[in-house]
């Protein structure tokens, strides 16, 4: 009887463990997303202090690029675009059904002896 529980018992930590590495992989992808979605709001910012004078560069590897203004601008405005959906839609989601099983197993590890 105590190996049938003790094996339930290790069993569920197990799953609880998975669920914390994956609730922890989540978060940290999260995070950089929100890190790049900052860095790429301060470059659309000074972006937008430019005129058509000024001369952009796009680092490509170890070199130097002349970019458009325009064309800049309208590739950190798609970034912008990408990264928000990727928090909204596939984060959000992910991490919602993960504190959910998250929250579930906390409460589901049998105590009985």
Do not use: C, F, W
Not at 88 to 111: F, I
Request: hydrophobic content about 35%.
């Amino acid at each position: 009887m105590a190996d049938i529980i003790q094996k339930k018992l290790q069993t569920e930590v197990e799953k609880y463990q998975q669920i914390q590495k994956d609730l922890s992989k989540s978060m940290s992808a999260r995070q950089k997303l929100e890190a790049q979605l900052t860095e790429n709001n301060i470059v659309k910012e000074e972006l937008d202090l430019l005129d058509s004078q000024n001369l952009v560069y796009k680092l490509i590897g170890p070199v130097l690029v002349k970019q458009d203004l325009e064309e800049a601008k309208g590739t950190v405005g798609k970034r912008l675009e990408y990264i928000n959906g990727e928090m909204t839609h596939r984060h959000t989601e992910v991490l919602a059904g993960l504190q959910q099983e998250y929250q579930k197993s906390q409460g589901k590890v049998p105590v009985k002896v």
